[in-house]
């Protein structure tokens, strides 16, 4: 087996080395992105907004899923590629192991993600006992946009913040090998970080985090009108997109992003 593994990047946060993460939607991109030195590629439910024009990510569904995961997985040899399960695709468990197991076995990917801490937890032990490797998703939740009242930041207020670390921490009991932090202050990132032994990637979650992750289309600046604060066009300048990602996976393995005007 040629990719990344999960072994390896548990070592890399033991070790300190940063997880540098995009999303991708297609072999050309994926390709692009693995010449660059990322790590892992996420097949991000964002293709319902960068890719469809979709208002959020809830109108995408498992078969749109299984089909850019087959892309990207054709365009990568090394990559991990992580796809995520979309809106109301794991509400209950048959359903969860079901479409999870059409991403992994149609889609070729070699992990699913989900958003949400305590609902998810049985979910999760069930489709990590079925061999199914699960990487979890807190903070800001796309798919709850509409209960969340928008892209806000989350855990600002201590119970907030208490309640999303122990989430970390149940999440990785069920068995979750990774997980993704959106939009959270800095110092929580940090704190989620320490607190739990998978590596977490953050986007929007600060420089402390074991990874980053930015969405493709926002970190070559193809979407100014919604790029948030945690962001930043790494195409400006770098004179091509190769040249950009590179710059991005330099900079993430480096800690010189985020900076501090990137956080919160
Ligand atoms: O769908 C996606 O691109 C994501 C990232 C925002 C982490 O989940």
Same mark, same amino acid.
């Given at each position: 087996m040629n990719r990344l593994t999960l072994t390896q990047c548990r070592q890399m946060k033991k070790d300190g080395d940063k997880i540098a993460v995009l999303t991708a939607y297609d072999a050309s991109f994926?390709?692009? =992105?693995?010449?660059?030195? #990322? +790590?892992?590629? $996420?097949?991000?439910?964002?293709? &319902?907004? *960068?890719?469809?024009?979709?208002?959020?990510?809830?109108? *995408?569904?498992?078969?749109?899923?299984?089909?850019?995961?087959?892309?990207?997985?054709?365009?990568?040899?090394?990559?991990? #590629?992580?796809?995520d399960l979309p809106f109301m695709?794991?509400?209950n468990q048959e359903q969860a192991i079901t479409n999870a197991a059409r991403l992994m076995a149609e889609g070729g990917a070699q992990m699913v993600k989900l958003e949400g801490g305590p609902i998810v937890i049985d979910i999760v032990k069930q489709l990590v006992d079925r061999g199914i490797p699960v990487c979890g998703h807190l903070? $800001? =939740?796309?798919?709850? *946009?509409?209960?969340?009242?928008?892209?806000?930041?989350?855990?600002?207020?201590?119970?907030?913040?208490? &309640? !999303?670390?122990?989430?970390?921490?149940? =999440?990785?009991?069920?068995g979750a090998d990774l997980l993704i932090l959106e939009c959270v202050p800095a110092s =929580?990132?940090?704190?989620?970080?320490?607190?739990?032994?998978?590596? *977490?990637?953050? #986007?929007?979650? /600060?420089? +402390?985090? +074991? /990874?980053?992750? $930015?969405? !493709?289309?926002?970190? $070559?600046?193809?979407?100014p009108e919604r790029t948030p604060k945690f962001n930043h066009d790494f195409l400006k300048g770098a004179g091509s #997109?190769?040249?950009?990602?590179?710059?991005?996976v330099k900079a993430v393995k480096s800690g010189e992003f985020p900076t501090a005007e990137q956080q919160y």
């Open positions: 994926s390709t692009v =992105l693995e010449q660059a030195g #990322i +790590d892992v590629i $996420l097949v991000g439910d964002s293709l &319902g907004m *960068v890719i469809q024009g979709q208002e959020s990510t809830l109108p *995408v569904t498992v078969e749109n899923m299984v089909y850019h995961t087959q892309n990207v997985v054709r365009g990568s040899k090394k990559a991990f #590629i992580i796809a695709s794991y509400a903070g $800001l =939740l796309p798919q709850s *946009v509409h209960r969340l009242g928008g892209y806000r930041v989350q855990g600002r207020e201590p119970e907030q913040a208490q &309640g !999303l670390i122990e989430a970390a921490q149940q =999440l990785e009991q069920a =929580l990132g940090k704190v989620v970080t320490e607190a739990v032994n998978m590596p *977490v990637i953050g #986007i929007g979650a /600060g420089v +402390d985090c +074991d /990874g980053q992750v $930015l969405v !493709l289309y926002d970190m $070559l600046g193809i979407t #997109i190769l040249a950009a990602v590179t710059d991005y």
